[in-house]
């Protein structure tokens, strides 16, 4: 780079490029679709699982295969938990948020399980939309000791949080316990007995008994700005993130297309049959009585998919070092991983016709393998997006606007004419372009106007992988978590 200029003193000096061409660019890091996805990751390969994806895609109104596999993934979990149980006391329940744009696909999951479910005689497993108060979730345990509640918009309900004294902070609380209760016991709140007879204390206490592995699932949706923008420090400090399958999709919006009935393949309706044991009523019926103990399924892991789990567990803990030197807490966020990855391989074990009723290293390294995508996709995001004041938030906007703009830069004239620049005043824009320019993420470079010959100064992004030595603290970029 022979144009390159030294114009610090520094042990680190920051090179001075004057020319676009000399300068390291940030490239087409995949913001805008899901090219990064490994195919494998888009498929259910076990048993009737291509049937339900395929179902799943034609009945939406805005198809997307990254949503389609979460939904399949969150139907499965609710279907067969309380029932199906690895050799290492993993159950299938899963807390899951759908990240995309509005009009990406995410919006008909919601109407898809419930369809499914009641085709399939398990309509009593969809839960309803929240909970008022945590006694709620107890109750509505007692009501269904395995059920799905699906939240329309996380990143509002967690935005609700940030107010002290909501009872959202208390409903965060008890699904984070109960995350981990799947094969144990979730005891009811304690209520206060002061001026209640003791006989009335009795009778109440009767009716609190403990369930019996509660298997309670969750299905989240949220845009991406809403949800990034909502999280904080203490959702990756306390854990309460990594107890959730993050799936975002970065799919544009598609125009809608009609809708047609599609009745649901009998594959799936004589699977959720035999997986469930409906051919046997009293088993069946004891699955939804919250203080006996559930008939259960037992799919022992063979010796090579211990060997996966034993691998992939070092590889997350790995990761998770990784990541916290990057930024403090994010390594929180592969912690689960493999909890999660065993969920999934049960359901991919349930799944399969193998006669031995093993769970398979292959059942484990395709769950692994959707896992890991996912985790890193969400790590990215959060690493990029999350923000701590309003200043980051609207730096971030303007980063990732010159970014999208690429080699071609945005010129100090187009800014003071297009959003998003145009919400901020002079001395605003002035501040975020100089607090990008210190931390060597943009510079103001002599770039191509995209007509021959001609040429101009503009505002470019710079690539934050070859600029992080210059710079005094972590950069928010998206490839450095992947290396």
């Known amino acids: 780079r022979s144009r390159l200029q030294v114009v610090s003193s520094s042990p680190n ?29 888009l498929t259910l390969p076990f048993g009737c699982g291509p049937d339900l994806l395929d179902w799943l895609m034609a009945t939406n109104l805005h198809p997307n295969p990254v949503f389609a596999i979460q939904t399949a993934r969150s139907f499965l979990a ?44 398990l309509a009593r497993l969809i839960g309803g939309k929240g909970y008022s108060h945590p006694s709620a979730i107890y109750t509505a345990l007692q009501d269904d000791p395995k059920h799905l509640t699906l939240i ?23 699904y984070m316990e109960l995350f981990g209760r799947a094969h144990g016991l979730h005891h009811a709140p304690r209520l206060s007995g002061l001026g209640v007879a003791k006989a009335d204390r009795e009778a109440v206490k009767k009716d609190r008994a403990p369930i019996i592995k509660p298997a309670l699932n969750l299905l989240a949706m949220s845009t991406p700005e809403t949800l990034w923008a909502s999280l904080s420090r203490d959702h990756l400090d306390s854990g309460f993130l990594n107890r959730f399958l993050l799936v975002e999709s970065r799919a544009p919006r598609t125009p809608i297309r009609p809708f047609m009935p599609l009745a649901v393949p009998d ?48 590889k997350m803990l790995k990761l998770a070092e990784d990541w916290d030197r990057r930024l403090p807490g994010l390594g929180n966020l592969s912690l689960r991983a493999n909890e999660q990855a065993l969920r999934l391989a049960v359901q991919n ?82 501040d975020l372009l100089t607090s990008l320019k210190t931390g060597w993420l943009i510079d103001r470079l002599n770039t191509r106007s995209g ?19 210059y710079c005094d603290e ?10």
């Open 13 to 41: 000096p920051m090179p001075k490029p004057d020319r676009a061409e000399d300068a390291p660019l940030w490239r087409d890091q995949l913001d805008d679709q899901d090219r990064d996805i490994p195919p494998d990751t």
């Open 152 to 174: 329309d918009e996380m990143g509002l309900y967690l935005r609700e949080q940030k107010n002290t004294q909501s009872i959202i902070n208390l409903l965060l609380r008890e």
């Open 349 to 430: 074990a349930a799944l399969d016709d193998r006669s031995d009723h093993r769970l398979h290293d292959d059942h484990l390294l395709h769950a692994q393998q959707y896992v890991e995508t996912h985790l890193v996709r969400a790590g990215d995001s959060i690493y990029r997006y999350m923000v701590a004041s309003p200043f980051e938030a609207n730096r971030n906007l303007v980063l990732e606007a010159l970014r999208k703009a690429g080699p071609v830069g945005i010129t100090d004239r187009e800014m003071r004419r297009n959003p998003p620049f145009t919400r901020f005043t002079t001395k605003e824009l002035d």
């Open 451 to 469: 007509k021959p010959g001609k040429r101009r100064d503009a505002w470019v992004a710079l690539d934050p992988n070859e600029t992080a030595q």
């Open 267 to 314: 594959s799936i309706k004589a699977f959720i049959a035999a997986a469930t044991g409906q051919d046997n009523p009293l088993s069946m019926a004891q699955q939804f009585i919250y203080d006996l103990e559930p008939p259960l399924v037992q799919w022992p892991l063979t010796d090579a998919a211990l060997q996966a789990m034993q691998a992939f567990e070092q």
């Open 78 to 121: 609710v279907a067969l938990s309380r029932r199906h149980i690895s050799s290492m006391r993993n159950f299938t329940s899963l807390f899951a948020v759908m990240i995309g744009k509005t009009a990406s696909g995410k919006e008909d999951a919601k109407h898809q399980i419930e369809t499914l479910l009641t085709e399939c005689g």
């Open 474 to 483: 972590p950069l928010p970029n998206s490839d450095s978590l992947n290396q």
